[in-house]
């Protein structure tokens, strides 16, 4: 049987402990990987989520304000002008100035540019979103030497809910080995504002685009289930015995999963051994 009885008990188990020493551990992390690079800082893509929040203030923590930038890059048709406001407040509130990007004028030349683009062509376009604001960073990491600064979480990173080479295109992942309910814990630690750190998670991709949503699972299930069966290495009859999950709530992780396996590796090419008879 499951350690845990319920998914609140998991929960519970995941947030509620000392962070001092992992904060201390992200922050070091940041400044190693900084030096280690012979850079100057990093820059962050700000959302207005809670993911974006928790990496900058680590990264301020870690780094001092001096050394961080951010971009805030929306697209007036799918971004809140809610979550604008929260990035560039929050930004401010630690002492950087952000740089503000209004990309709907790049995605409109992109979109105009492709021969085969349709006004139907939701998700295309809005991956194509999260790559230009890839490329915009990189830009901003060139010019100043600085590293990118990815806010992938632990969720995210293992069901593979981020787009590739686009929020997945990044130097450094600070917040990988944390939980999206460890996150919310962390940000709020971290003295992120609480209408942030409980905001409901999206990549605003798409107009109304709400993870939970798209996933049909909350992010409390997914975290239960992959600390289960990954980290616990309980069997998934095991975890089904778990109050509030579900065998096909497992069966959709784990399948999500393995077919998110190539986002989480480096491109495959042929052994060496072709060259040899």
């Given at each position: 049987?499951?350690?845990?009885?319920?998914?609140?008990?998991?929960?519970?188990?995941?947030?509620?402990?000392?962070?001092?020493?992992?904060?201390?551990?992200?922050?070091s992390f940041i400044k190693s990987k900084v030096d280690e690079a012979g850079a100057d800082g990093v820059v962050v893509g700000l959302s207005g989520g809670v993911d974006s929040a928790?990496?900058?203030?680590?990264?301020?923590k870690a780094l001092g304000s001096d050394n961080v930038k951010t971009l805030v890059m929306p697209d007036q048709r799918v971004t809140p002008k809610e979550d604008v406001n929260d990035a560039i407040e929050l930004s401010k509130s630690f002492g950087v100035q952000p740089h503000i990007i209004d990309i709907s004028p790049i995605v409109d030349v992109y979109t105009s540019s492709i021969p085969v683009h349709e006004e139907t062509d939701t998700m295309?376009?809005?991956?194509?979103?999260?790559?230009?604001?890839?490329?915009?960073?990189?830009?901003?990491?060139?010019k100043y030497n600085l590293l990118v600064l990815g806010t992938g979480d632990r969720s995210e990173i293992?069901?593979?809910?981020?787009?590739?080479?686009?929020?997945?295109?990044?130097?450094?992942?600070?917040?990988?080995a944390l939980y999206k309910s460890?996150?919310?814990?962390?940000?709020?630690?971290?003295?992120?504002?609480?209408k942030i750190a409980y905001k409901p998670s999206s990549p605003r991709l798409v107009p109304g685009h709400?993870?939970?949503?798209?996933l049909g699972i909350t992010y409390d299930i997914v975290d239960a289930v992959l600390h289960l069966y990954f980290d616990r290495k309980l069997s998934k009859e095991n975890v089904c015995s778990v109050d509030g999950i579900e065998c096909s709530h497992v069966d959709r992780i784990i399948a999500r999963y393995n077919a998110t396996h190539h986002k989480r590796t480096i491109p495959p090419s042929p052994s060496i051994e072709i060259w040899y008879p």
């Open positions: 049987m499951a350690e845990f009885a319920s998914v609140d008990d998991v929960i519970k188990y995941l947030v509620e402990r000392d962070w001092s020493k992992p904060i201390d551990k992200i922050t928790l990496s900058f203030t680590l990264a301020v295309p376009v809005g991956n194509l979103r999260a790559r230009i604001r890839m490329t915009l960073l990189y830009y901003y990491a060139n293992l069901i593979g809910y981020f787009t590739k080479y686009g929020d997945g295109g990044v130097d450094i992942l600070p917040i990988g460890q996150v919310r814990k962390a940000a709020e630690i971290m003295g992120v504002p609480k709400l993870a939970e949503k798209e």
